[in-house]
């Protein structure tokens, strides 16, 4: 089976991995969109073009059985009508984020925290998640919202453990409330800052779509977990040359053996 994870950048590598590490018989290709970095800033409309572009760009070469949009923000610019508009089923990170984030909590009184980029913010996608996924329940939790645009810049330079970053992070949390224990990383760039939060903000749980993934897969689209590791057949695309430099793209081919290229998006 052919599994296509796409994302605007480097950041849903961080979903790639546990879909590696879970799925290895099924074969993979990453679509990195890192010459249009950030998706979180442009219109709903573009994000849709691009994220069609990148699709037919991959299913015409290999059909692809599954598409994970491994971006928060082109999740929240299709919402429901993703699946509609491509032949093949796909699945956003939107919901696995909200899965991951509702349990353990420590007290109803707690408050769940989302960050993310502008878009993903702006369109409300997760505050309806939540509302969707606690419809039943008389404990619903308190949000809070706070959209951080320069994270993916950040994270794109390769600034996952720096003292300006640390300083970005801190202006970003500053109205967060006392009471939140849960951080929601609703961009998949945003764990690759892990380290940071964790350093600032040790009393933070924090989560994101990459840890519900799995089950989603599992759960939605019937996919069994390989018995044993085997050597995964995965492809690296990006459609700028400067994400093949970048250290964390060479240490995640050095682990998963991963080939890795420069591929154009052919509209």
């Given amino acids: ?21 879970n799925f290895s018989e099924h074969r993979f290709t990453y679509f990195g969109d890192s010459a249009r970095v950030p998706y979180g800033t442009k219109s709903v409309s573009v994000i849709q073009r691009y994220v069609l572009e990148i699709f037919k760009t991959i299913h015409r070469k290999d059909p692809i059985d599954i598409l994970v949009l491994a971006c928060n923000s082109a999740s929240a610019a299709f919402g429901e009508s993703l699946s509609t508009l491509l032949p093949v089923p796909t699945i956003g990170v939107i919901e696995a984020g909200v899965a991951a984030a509702r349990t353990p909590r420590k007290s109803s009184q707690d408050v769940i925290g989302v960050i993310g980029t502008e878009a993903t913010i702006r369109s409300g996608a997760y505050r309806n998640a939540f509302r969707k996924a606690f419809a039943q329940s008389d404990d619903k939790p308190e949000l809070w919202f ?17 003292a300006i970053t640390e300083k970005v992070i801190q202006r970003y949390m500053a109205n967060a409330p006392a009471t939140m224990n849960t951080l929601v990383l609703g961009c998949t760039h945003y764990p690759l800052l892990e380290k940071a939060f964790n350093k600032l903000y040790p009393q933070l749980r924090l989560c994101s779509s990459a840890d519900a993934i799995v089950d989603f897969l599992e759960t939605q689209h019937k996919l069994k977990p390989s018995p044993q590791h085997r050597n995964t057949v995965c492809t690296l695309l990006f459609s700028d040359l400067r994400s093949l430099e970048h250290n964390w793209v060479q240490d995640f081919q050095l682990r998963w053996k991963c080939e890795a290229r420069v591929q154009s998006v052919s509209v």
């Fill in 1 to 21: 089976m052919h599994i296509a994870v796409i994302d605007s950048g480097l950041g849903g590598m961080t979903v790639l991995e546990p879909l590696l590490k």
């Fill in 146 to 162: 706070q959209a951080c645009p320069l994270f993916v810049p950040l994270v794109e330079e390769g600034w996952l453990d720096d």
